[in-house]
């Protein structure tokens, strides 16, 4: 840990991790959000502050390859693993969640689609109950479940 000299009590750690399948080197407080480092340090927009309190899914990123509300991960705690936000999302692949109409405002959709790649990349499970289940930390308050629901069957590649 580093202290700076004109403030003691202000700290900053040197971490490393891979971003997107990029390696950083930062310099972060130790109070510093996930969420704000890749929006406002990094300039990743894509991942949304709802709530602010890991209820709502709209911040949703994968660290090593499992969703976490990155409003609630204190950034030093992502040293040595792999992010992933929206934007490595090849928005090729999106189209047909999009035409299942699972998208209104934008506010929940980047942390919806996070969660929907990753149900996509280690979910053969395709019953609307368990893609219910699987979504639930997505909270939507526009379109309505049904719509979002059937966009992730779609993407998955499952039966309308």
Same mark, same amino acid.
């Given at each position: 840990?580093?202290?700076?000299?004109?403030? %003691?009590?202000?700290?900053?750690?040197?971490?490393?991790?891979?971003?997107?399948? #990029?390696?950083?080197?930062?310099?972060?407080?130790?109070?510093?959000?996930?969420?704000?480092?890749?929006?406002?340090? !990094?300039? !990743?927009?894509?991942?949304? =502050?709802?709530?602010? =309190?890991?209820?709502?899914?709209? &911040?949703?990123?994968?660290?090593?390859?499992? %969703?976490?509300?990155?409003? !609630?991960?204190?950034?030093?705690?992502?040293?040595?693993?792999?992010?992933?936000? *929206? =934007?490595?999302? %090849?928005?090729?692949?999106?189209?047909?969640?999009?035409?299942?109409?699972?998208? #209104? &405002?934008?506010?929940?959709? %980047?942390?919806?689609?996070?969660?929907?790649?990753? *149900?996509?990349?280690?979910? #053969?499970?395709? =019953?609307?109950?368990? !893609?219910?289940?699987?979504?639930?930390?997505?909270? &939507?308050? &526009?379109?309505?479940?049904?719509?979002?629901?059937?966009?992730?069957?779609?993407?998955?590649?499952?039966?309308?």
């Amino acid at each position: 840990m580093q202290t700076t000299a004109s403030n %003691p009590a202000a700290s900053t750690l040197q971490i490393a991790f891979s971003l997107n399948g #990029q390696a950083i080197d930062i310099a972060v407080d130790p109070r510093e959000r996930l969420l704000d480092t890749l929006r406002y340090r !990094l300039n !990743l927009p894509g991942t949304k =502050e709802g709530c602010g =309190e890991g209820e709502c899914g709209a &911040c949703t990123v994968t660290i090593d390859d499992l %969703p976490a509300n990155s409003c !609630l991960v204190p950034t030093f705690q992502v040293r040595g693993c792999s992010v992933r936000t *929206i =934007e490595s999302v %090849p928005k090729a692949e999106l189209g047909p969640m999009l035409a299942a109409g699972a998208t #209104q &405002c934008g506010a929940c959709t %980047p942390g919806v689609v996070m969660t929907a790649h990753w *149900i996509k990349q280690h979910s #053969q499970v395709l =019953e609307s109950q368990t !893609l219910r289940a699987l979504m639930a930390g997505n909270l &939507c308050r &526009c379109t309505g479940y049904d719509g979002i629901i059937d966009g992730v069957r779609r993407w998955i590649g499952g039966p309308q």
